[in-house]
């Protein structure tokens, strides 16, 4: 049983790898492209599934690679990692028939179509190899896959927003790989190995100065790919540029990968030293700042990027309470998150299909003009604010009572901090339903010509040529005084993607599709179905997380796991 | 373990310039950088690596005086990997000459209206359009749909 369990555990890397040569090589039939492509992501999710269940019932199952027991590469798929891997395949299966239903990311007629799927695979692979990873360079190497493939991905098409919006992106995460590989070096020197399980029992022989940088070096570098404040600013710049079905990938996937490997650091390698104060603090910035920025947003893919940073938040919270309530509450949260973010992101990509738009400004009477997409929205936009008896409830209960047990005055702040973000989300989705959902298109038209500043858009039509206070690209704002008309150019600007006219006008010239596009909303729908389906199962659920994060706190299962009997 | 001091040097040089070169606005000069504080970390692994030693190859000398080999193997991995993001921060460097006429990396024109709006003390374009008395019995209400 164990052994046939074993040999499944690198089919989650290999067979999306496998799936992109073949996707590749059939470039030039669009069909079995999409086949192979969905047939491969559908294995992974019953072989995650089956994972899962091993490592439940059987412990982490380990595979070390060629062979090379003990000195080569270790795959483990414990708890914590099965659950990962399981929900992230459900949620990258969603998004691939989803983007499948929108005709291929097909919003531009010049992307190149045929890349679009190899990439996604390798993403896919990407995520799974950094669940999966026993060794801290296999770790960074999963990090450059997925990362490489959301560069392609983020710039799919190469306009201009996007290469602007992914120049920040590639940098931004360049910079974070040098500062992995500069923690790898320096945790090579120190402890002379890389496989995390060894770190583990080695570090502890380390001179604390040492081994605290070595933690504080990794903290940083996974931070950044999380999103943690003050290291999340690139997020709510990099992301809404993107397809659709890309941002929700990214924003349900890519963050969550840097949590994972912060639960790694935290309770695997460095168990002794869990900074309790340090992320606490952080956490509570991550979630003000975040919720803060998302409520100045006008256009639903920020004000949801900036919801995404603040959530990070909750997670950080109960990765620092280091306790196993606070590290079980931590996982349920990621889990939920995970599906909630994807299908939020996923439903605003509907929006922008039926209403030509996601600026707040230019929309309004969508719960009319489209019901099933106010349902879509209203849903999981109510279980991202925590209203009870959704999913997002139980899991920030889970949080604020983990918080309250800890009963340290900076836990207490957060759980203070945490009611109050779970209050402001929810004037965030709020006001969002109010603007888009609830007034009528002509009560949004006649207000957006009421904004100072803001003349008719049909009447000057065509003569709308943007000009604005640049030097070389750049637009000066700050002490430096402001040119007259920046601000509404700025606006402008900000979605030349879409037409300049709002719902209103759009409707009056009849210029809108009359439908939701069935394939497209399907998916979407069967997202927000499994986000209640966490809620139903949330009991289960949780037991299970509970599991896992008394396997994490304890470490002894995974150490032996991988290390043999030798282990402590 | 022995370290070699001009290894680190040469390092923490490159590191240096590579960094600065990073903070400027023009992406070929990020580019510049990135190659410059890549090749200095890779020197880091060289300098965690220990001491010079024999080839490490199985029987031709005695382990203890042979060259770790594994840091050099990880090294390998990172070159690759840098080349393929360099020539992809090429790519868009090319890209962004071809839209913009140069190659800086730009502002984000939504942070700069929010920004502006900051600076001039008004509140967000969507505060209180709901609430806005005028608009609130609008007769047009429901003409559109």
Known sequence: MSDTMNSLVPLPVLLPLLGAGAALMLSKRPQAQRAVTFGVLVAIVVIAAFLLVAADRHGPQVVWLGGWTDIGIALVADRLAALMLLVSAVVTLAVLAYSIGQGMTGDEAETPVSIYHPTFLVLVAGVSNAFLAGDLFNLFVSFEMLLFSSYVLLTLGGTATRIRAGTIYVVINVVSSMLFLVSLAAVYAAVGTLNMAQISQRVAELPDSVSLTLQLLLLVTFSIKAAVFPLSLWLPDSYPTAPAPVTAVFAGLLTKVGVYAI???????????????????????????????????????????????????????????????????????????????????????????????????????????????????????????????????????????????????????????????????????????????????????????????????????????????????????????????????????????????DLYQLIQEDALPQHLPYWMTVPAAGLVAVSLAITVVAGPLFAYTDRAATDLLDGTPYLSAVLGEDAP | MDVNLTLVIVCAALVGCGVYLLLERSLTRVLVGLVLLSNGVNIMFLVASGRAGTSPLVGSSDPEDMADPLPQALVLTAIVITLGTIAFLLAMAHRSWQINGNDDVQDDTEDAAIRKLAYDDATSDSYGLTTDGQHEDDPEEDGAV
């Open chain 1, 263 to 501: 639960i790694r650091l935290q309770t695997l390698m460095f168990p002794d030293s869990p900074l309790t104060d340090l992320l606490l603090w952080v956490a509570l910035a991550t979630m003000l700042i975040g919720i803060l920025g998302a409520i100045a947003q006008s256009d639903i893919k920020r004000m949801l990027s900036f919801t995404l940073v603040s959530h990070i938040g909750y997670m950080i919270f109960g990765i620092a309470l280091a306790t196993g309530a606070g590290l079980s509450g931590a996982i349920f949260y990621v889990a939920h998150h995970i599906t909630i973010q994807t299908a939020l992101f996923l439903v605003v990509g509907l929006i922008e299909r039926r209403a030509g738009s996601t600026a707040l400004l230019r929309l309004g009477g969508l719960a009319r003009l489209a019901p099933v997409l106010g349902v879509l929205f209203f849903i999981p936009a109510m279980n991202l604010a925590g209203i009870p008896p959704l999913s997002g409830f139980l899991g920030k209960v889970g949080l604020l009572q983990a918080g309250l047990a800890e009963g340290s005055f900076a836990a207490i702040v957060l759980v203070a901090g945490g009611t109050l973000t779970s209050l402001l989300t929810l004037y965030a989705v709020a006001k969002t339903w109010a603007l888009a959902f609830w007034r009528s298109p002509a009560q949004a038209h006649e207000m957006m010509r009421a904004l100072p500043g803001e003349q008719d858009p049909a009447a000057e039509a065509g003569s709308a040529t943007p000009h604005m206070v640049r030097h070389r690209g750049h637009v000066h704002v700050g002490s430096v005084a402001f040119g007259e008309s920046d601000l509404d150019d700025a606006r402008r600007v900000a979605d030349d993607d879409s037409s300049d006219k």
